[in-house]
């Protein structure tokens, strides 16, 4: 089967995984069951009342400044580790079937923070 033809599929999910030049064929049911349950986990995510991404933004900015000025990076460092546009947080989640030589399939399943108000 094709990569077109699984894209016609409505019960299908295909998308970039986080590493590499990888394709992802996801079950969308199956998908969406996992992002609720992630999304249910108090002990992994928050609610925020309030979108913090501008004064945290602002706070690592100010530290790798002071990184910067204490010579304990270099100036490549300190541009590339500073935010010039901030976005808040997004949910995004990839489940990875990787094969190992010799080994059984084994999966991954990557999360990041969710998105804020």
Do not use: C
């Not at 990787?98 to 399939?105: E, F, G, I, L």
């Amino acid at each position: 089967m094709t990569l077109q033809q699984l894209k016609k599929d409505p019960s299908l999910i295909i998308t970039k995984a986080d590493n590499g030049n990888i394709t992802t064929v996801l079950d969308k049911e199956r998908y969406y069951h996992k992002i609720n349950k992630m999304q249910d986990n108090q002990e992994t995510y928050k609610h925020l009342k309030t979108n913090t991404t501008a004064s945290t933004t602002q706070d690592v900015n100010k530290f790798v400044t002071n990184l910067l000025e204490s010579k304990k990076i270099t100036k490549k460092q300190a541009l590339d580790w500073k935010t010039q546009i901030p976005q808040h947080p997004v949910v995004r989640t990839t489940e990875i079937t990787k094969r190992k030589q010799h080994s059984p399939t084994t999966k991954f399943f990557s999360q990041t923070h969710l998105p804020t108000g």
